[in-house]
Structures are given as C-alpha cells and as structure tokens.
C-alpha cells in the first residue's frame, strides 16, 4: 500500500503521532511518505525513515491556490492509495474546492470549533466549513467520542464518520514498574507534575492561583514553556521550572511524578495522558475535554467538575500519597487494556483496508 501524509505543525502530539504511524507502517512493508512544510519540520527534526515531499503551507486564504497546486503535484508523483490528512489547514487544502484524491482520510487533531480561544462567529464559520468539507473525505477519522458527538451534532454525515482512541507505543515498560517498586511510601507532599504548553489551552493560568494552595511540602513540576505573547509564569516557592525536555527524557520525568494535572480546557486527545497512564501515574483532567473519557474518578484518576484552581487544589489536597499509588496501579493497568500502540495501529490499517476495498 502507498500511503501520504499530510500535515502543517510538525510539534507536539500530531508529530509524535504521525510518527509512530510511518514507522509501523514503514515497518510492514508498506510505501510511506510525509508532505510538510520544510520550516515546520526544521523545527522539530527526527531521523525520519520516510520519503519526505515540502509544501508552503499558509493560513492565508489568498496562498490557498498556491499550497493546493503544490499538493496536487505532489499527490500526481507519488500516486498514493490512501491520503491521510491531519489538522485543519491541511484538510482545508486538500478538500477545497473539491478534493484532490478519492481516498481521502480526514483527523481533525482537534475540532476548530471547539477552540474556546476563538470569537463564536469564527467558531461558528468554522463548524459551516468543516460541515461542506466532510463530504470531500472517504471518512472523517475522530479521535475521541466528544469529536464524534460533536461532529454528529453539527450535522456531519454519520457515516463519513468513525473514532479510534489513539495508543502510544510502551516501551518503558522495565523503567516505569521498577521505578514504582522503589517510589516513597512515607508521610510527604505531592510531586506534582504539568507537561505542555504554558497557554490558555492547557489550562496553564490555574498554575499560580493553584500553587498558593498547595500544601507547603508539596511541589508542582512545570515541564514546557510559555507561547509567544504569553505572560510569563513567575516565580513561586512551590513551582520548580524545567522548560521543554526531550521526548525521550519524559517518561523518566512523568514516573517520578505523583499525579500529572492536564487541566485543558479543550483538548483532541492529549498524548499527555496517555503517557502518564503508560507511566503508571494517576492523571487530574477537567471535565471539559475528550481526557474525561480515560478517566475512572477514583479508580485511574480524578475529573474537575469545575473549572478552577481553588477546586483543582482541593482535590489535590484531599489525596495521599497511598491514593496516588493505587490510582497509578489501575493507570497503568487502563493503559496496557484500551490505549497501546498496536491496537491503535491494527485498527487504522483495518480503516485503510476498507477504505481501500469500498
């Protein structure tokens, strides 16, 4: 099978995606190849093993023509069999007018009209566009069961659509459980770790007003860093800094943690918690998100029914280091059932395979 891969960003959770995608596909044989813009890909360079095509991606509708003609030279050298298409940019530039292959495979990352960041005009003719354009793919692969039901009620055509949780690959299966057989027992406070972008997303203007609550023996680990125009997170007694870290160094950083807080206030599927239940470490998500579907409250985690430092602080305040353990245990156990990366894989090539034979 030939198959291409569209993207735009090449960062985060969609590279680290589409990634393990190539490789296991690459690994079976099959023809891969990335079309990306060759400055996203600079930002974020990985030893690749595929045949990599560049296009000018833009979000400036007047360049649209432009990308699209790149893409469809693109599309005309390697002659795929599947196209698959991640993000919104990338699935406006190859479904508009009309689409550029007629085995298009379309995963959002993340509805458009859901980013609570926009004006509600730009989310509502965001939600129009993405309604005219779901006609233009074979299927619209979700990643979730809220971006199913929200593509359902925006008036997608059902049978365009079907979801696939993501899974990541466990390959540090050996570090995480003798880490976990050594952690503390004793009386202390909470290593309490928060992996990603410091932005409105990501819930990342709870963290100040979170660590005054905190209790004095407890530390909040801050892994990521600021986005552009963002006001910076000051200093405080009880958050310890680290910027970004290497993919690879992550896991090491996560099994050392406590619990992990992914307080998003939107989310696609976030691979943080996916990771951190790999990690065997109980994960604090608000009810907002698509990540409540991967959480048990009390069992593998807990859920933030509202939205709040005062209330997050709670529920961190009310948990011992015993509740962290027993929740990590069953994490881990959530994990290795329901998100591993050969599942995941089965079932996107299965995906393919009916496409390929509708």
Same mark, same amino acid.
């Given at each position: 099978?030939?198959?291409?891969?569209? &993207?735009?960003?090449?960062?985060?959770?969609?590279?680290?995606?589409?990634?393990?995608?190539?490789?296991?596909?690459?690994? @079976?044989?099959? @023809?891969?190849?990335?079309?990306?813009?060759?400055?996203?890909?600079?930002?974020?360079?990985?030893?690749?093993?595929?045949?990599?095509?560049?296009?000018?991606?833009?979000?400036?509708?007047?360049?649209?023509?432009?990308?699209?003609?790149?893409?469809?030279?693109?599309?005309?050298?390697?002659?795929?069999?599947?196209?698959?298409?991640?993000?919104?940019?990338?699935?406006?530039?190859?479904?508009?007018?009309?689409?550029?292959?007629?085995?298009?495979?379309?995963?959002?990352?993340?509805?458009?009209?859901?980013?609570?960041?926009?004006?509600?005009?730009?989310?509502?003719?965001?939600?129009?566009?993405?309604?005219?354009?779901?006609?233009?793919?074979?299927?619209?692969?979700?990643?979730?069961?809220?971006?199913?039901?929200?593509?359902?009620?925006?008036?997608?055509?059902?049978?365009?659509?079907?979801?696939? /949780?993501?899974? $990541?690959?466990?390959?540090?299966?050996?570090?995480?459980?003798?880490?976990?057989?050594?952690?503390?027992?004793?009386?202390?406070?909470?290593?309490?770790?928060?992996?990603?972008?410091?932005?409105?997303?990501?819930?990342?203007?709870?963290?100040?007003?979170?660590?005054?609550?905190?209790?004095?023996?407890?530390?909040?680990?801050?892994?990521?860093?600021? &986005?552009?125009?963002?006001?910076?997170? @000051?200093?405080?007694?009880?958050?310890?800094?680290?910027?970004?870290?290497?993919?690879?160094?992550?896991?090491?950083?996560?099994?050392?943690?406590? &619990?992990?807080? $992914?307080?998003?206030?939107?989310?696609?599927?976030?691979?943080?918690?996916?990771?951190?239940?790999?990690?065997?470490?109980? $994960?604090?998500?608000?009810?907002?998100?698509?990540?409540?579907?991967?959480?048990?409250?009390?069992?593998?985690?807990?859920?933030? /029914?509202? %939205?709040?430092?005062? /209330?997050?602080?709670?529920?961190?305040?009310?948990?011992? $280091?015993?509740?962290?353990?027993?929740?990590? /245990?069953?994490?881990?156990?959530? %994990? @290795?059932?329901?998100?591993?990366?050969?599942?995941?894989?089965?079932?996107?090539?299965?995906?393919?395979?009916? &496409?390929?034979?509708?």
């Amino acid at each position: 099978m030939k198959i291409l891969h569209v &993207v735009e960003a090449w960062h985060g959770g969609i590279a680290s995606y589409v990634d393990a995608l190539i490789r296991a596909q690459m690994g @079976q044989g099959h @023809q891969v190849v990335l079309a990306a813009d060759s400055q996203m890909l600079a930002a974020d360079p990985r030893d690749l093993p595929c045949a990599i095509d560049s296009y000018p991606a833009s979000r400036n509708p007047a360049r649209f023509p432009a990308v699209r003609a790149t893409l469809a030279i693109i599309l005309a050298r390697h002659a795929p069999d599947i196209v698959h298409v991640h993000s919104t940019f990338p699935g406006v530039y190859t479904r508009f007018p009309h689409a550029l292959h007629p085995r298009i495979i379309y995963t959002p990352h993340g509805w458009s009209f859901l980013k609570k960041d926009s004006p509600a005009w730009v989310r509502w003719g965001y939600g129009r566009v993405e309604r005219w354009l779901a006609s233009r793919a074979r299927v619209v692969m979700c990643m979730s069961f809220e971006e199913l039901n929200r593509a359902r009620a925006l008036g997608i055509d059902p049978d365009r659509l079907t979801m696939i /949780h993501t899974g $990541i690959n466990d390959c540090f299966a050996e570090a995480i459980n003798s880490n976990q057989a050594a952690g503390v027992q004793g009386d202390r406070g909470l290593n309490i770790g928060f992996f990603g972008r410091l932005d409105y997303q990501k819930g990342a203007d709870l963290l100040p007003a979170l660590a005054d609550r905190l209790a004095t023996d407890s530390t909040l680990h801050v892994f990521g860093s600021e &986005v552009r125009g963002r006001r910076p997170l @000051q200093p405080h007694p009880r958050i310890r800094r680290y910027g970004w870290v290497a993919h690879e160094a992550l896991a090491a950083h996560m099994v050392s943690m406590d &619990v992990i807080i $992914i307080p998003s206030r939107w989310e696609g599927f976030s691979l943080t918690a996916l990771e951190a239940l790999r990690a065997g470490v109980p $994960i604090i998500v608000s009810n907002l998100t698509s990540l409540s579907e991967v959480v048990v409250h009390g069992y593998n985690g807990l859920i933030m /029914h509202d %939205f709040s430092a005062e /209330h997050l602080a709670g529920l961190l305040v009310g948990l011992s $280091i015993q509740d962290c353990r027993r929740m990590g /245990h069953n994490a881990r156990r959530v %994990f @290795q059932e329901a998100f591993t990366f050969d599942r995941f894989h089965r079932q996107v090539m299965a995906l393919y395979q009916a &496409v390929l034979s509708d």
